[in-house]
């Protein structure tokens, strides 16, 4: 059996808005249903196989409702991941004027694993989350020492994420830190996708001493899945659809598949927020892009710095 490859990121199911290529707003939020439609997310996934679970706190209340989904299954091959560093402020409406604020101090790794622990008991991972030059939390002794006598003293995967177009600097910038004698990160939760393959450039030196790469944003938010607002990739949407066709899967599995078999990660995230979306996501399980077509994929990727600010233009939906 082939191994199975697609986690679920919960971003989508733990807030009602959250960066897309929505044009359309969302409903009136109601908690109850919000709950029920979150559940269902996380059960068609487990039915399909997946046993990686992706929160934060940043994420609204997905950490909350991860932890009392968790109950409902008493499995302990399911791994969940979580973060620190965000503090979600919107209060579930849309036109917030802050969604979301980063806080990369010690005393917030303190409060977030504090809740986090208490929530999840066997938690596998914690990750800083999106780790910039600028919040100075890679050069932070405080925050560093803390995290590494986490790794000691929970036995637990410590990780980061990365965004934006100095990714790679920055994933450079963590392999280096070391604690105890050896590196302090092994989890690294990169975007990757058609268009932005910088990761490529610094893949196997990440791969080395078996650390976890687990890629987020695989469909750039959705900007692949063929849209009339961006023209620019008209030719790139044409060969998706045509695969889509040819292997009798989604455009949205095409993607995921390519990032599955061009840098053979731990986990490929899944953003889906409905049932359907986890059913069409997880078909990137099941099928295999002959060479020739992988290589006509990385033929679409574009510079970073376009990448991020064409990314930097959506909203919150
Ligand atoms: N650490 C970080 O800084 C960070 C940042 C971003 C994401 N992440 C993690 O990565 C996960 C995935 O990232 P993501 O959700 O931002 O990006 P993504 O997977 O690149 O894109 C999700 C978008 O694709 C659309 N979509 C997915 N499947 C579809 C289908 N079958 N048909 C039509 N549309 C489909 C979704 O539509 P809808 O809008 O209709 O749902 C959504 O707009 C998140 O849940 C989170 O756990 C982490």
Same mark, same amino acid.
């Given at each position: 059996?082939?191994?199975?490859?697609?986690?679920?990121?919960?971003?989508?199911?733990?807030?009602?808005?959250?960066?897309?290529?929505?044009?359309?707003?969302?409903?009136?939020?109601?908690?109850?249903?919000?709950?029920?439609?979150?559940?269902?997310?996380?059960?068609?996934?487990?039915?399909?196989?997946?046993?990686?679970?992706?929160?934060?706190?940043?994420?609204?209340?997905?950490?909350?409702?991860?932890?009392?989904?968790?109950?409902?299954?008493?499995?302990?091959?399911?791994?969940?991941?979580?973060?620190?560093?965000?503090?979600?402020?919107?209060?579930?409406? $849309?036109?917030? @004027?802050?969604?979301? %604020?980063?806080? !990369? +101090?010690?005393?917030?790794?303190?409060?977030?694993? =504090? *809740?986090?622990?208490? $929530?999840?008991? @066997?938690?596998?991972? %914690?990750?800083? !989350? +999106?780790?910039?030059?600028?919040?100075?939390?890679? =050069? *932070?002794?405080?925050? $560093?020492?803390?995290?590494?006598?986490?790794?000691?003293?929970?036995?637990?995967?410590?990780?980061?994420?990365?965004?934006? *177009?100095?990714?790679?600097?920055?994933?450079?910038?963590?392999?280096?830190?070391?604690?105890?004698?050896?590196?302090?990160?092994?989890?690294?939760?990169?975007?990757?996708?058609?268009?932005?393959?910088?990761?490529?450039?610094?893949?196997?030196?990440?791969?080395?001493?078996?650390?976890?790469?687990?890629?987020?944003?695989?469909?750039?938010?959705?900007?692949?899945?063929?849209?009339?607002?961006?023209?620019?990739?008209?030719?790139?949407?044409?060969?998706?659809?045509?695969?889509?066709?040819?292997?009798?899967?989604?455009?949205?599995?095409?993607?995921?598949?390519?990032?599955?078999?061009?840098?053979?990660?731990?986990?490929?995230?899944?953003?889906?927020?409905?049932?359907?979306?986890?059913?069409?996501?997880?078909?990137?399980?099941?099928?295999?892009?002959?060479?020739?077509?992988?290589?006509?994929?990385?033929?679409?990727?574009?510079?970073?710095?376009?990448?991020?600010?064409?990314?930097?233009?959506?909203?919150?939906?």
């Amino acid at each position: 059996m082939k191994s199975l490859k697609i986690g679920l990121g919960t971003a989508a199911i733990g807030r009602p808005h959250y960066i897309n290529i929505r044009d359309t707003t969302s409903e009136a939020f109601d908690l109850k249903s919000f709950k029920k439609k979150a559940f269902q997310v996380l059960n068609a996934a487990y039915k399909k196989g997946v046993r990686y679970y992706d929160t934060a706190p940043g994420y609204g209340i997905a950490e909350q409702i991860v932890s009392e989904w968790l109950k409902t299954k008493e499995d302990d091959t399911i791994e969940v991941a979580t973060k620190w560093g965000y503090v979600y402020t919107a209060n579930f409406e $849309l036109d917030a @004027n802050i969604h979301e %604020l980063k806080d !990369h +101090s010690v005393d917030q790794l303190i409060k977030q694993w =504090e *809740d986090s622990k208490i $929530l999840f008991p @066997n938690l596998t991972t %914690l990750q800083i !989350h +999106s780790a910039t030059f600028e919040s100075g939390v890679l =050069e *932070d002794e405080a925050v $560093l020492q803390k995290m590494a006598q986490l790794k000691l003293k929970q036995n637990i995967h410590i990780g980061l994420s990365v965004s934006g *177009d100095n990714q790679v600097a920055i994933l450079k910038r963590a392999l280096e830190i070391e604690y105890n004698n050896k590196p302090l990160f092994e989890v690294f939760q990169v975007t990757y996708n058609i268009l932005d393959q910088s990761l490529l450039e610094i893949i196997d030196t990440i791969k080395k001493n078996q650390n976890r790469v687990i890629i987020k944003e695989a469909l750039a938010n959705g900007r692949l899945l063929p849209n009339a607002n961006y023209p620019h990739y008209y030719k790139m949407y044409t060969t998706l659809e045509a695969l889509a066709k040819k292997y009798e899967v989604g455009v949205d599995a095409i993607a995921l598949r390519f990032c599955i078999q061009s840098v053979d990660p731990f986990i490929v995230l899944s953003g889906a927020s409905s049932v359907q979306h986890v059913k069409d996501n997880n078909k990137a399980n099941n099928f295999e892009l002959s060479q020739e077509d992988l290589e006509t994929l990385y033929t679409f990727k574009v510079k970073p710095s376009k990448y991020w600010s064409e990314r930097k233009q959506l909203q919150w939906n």
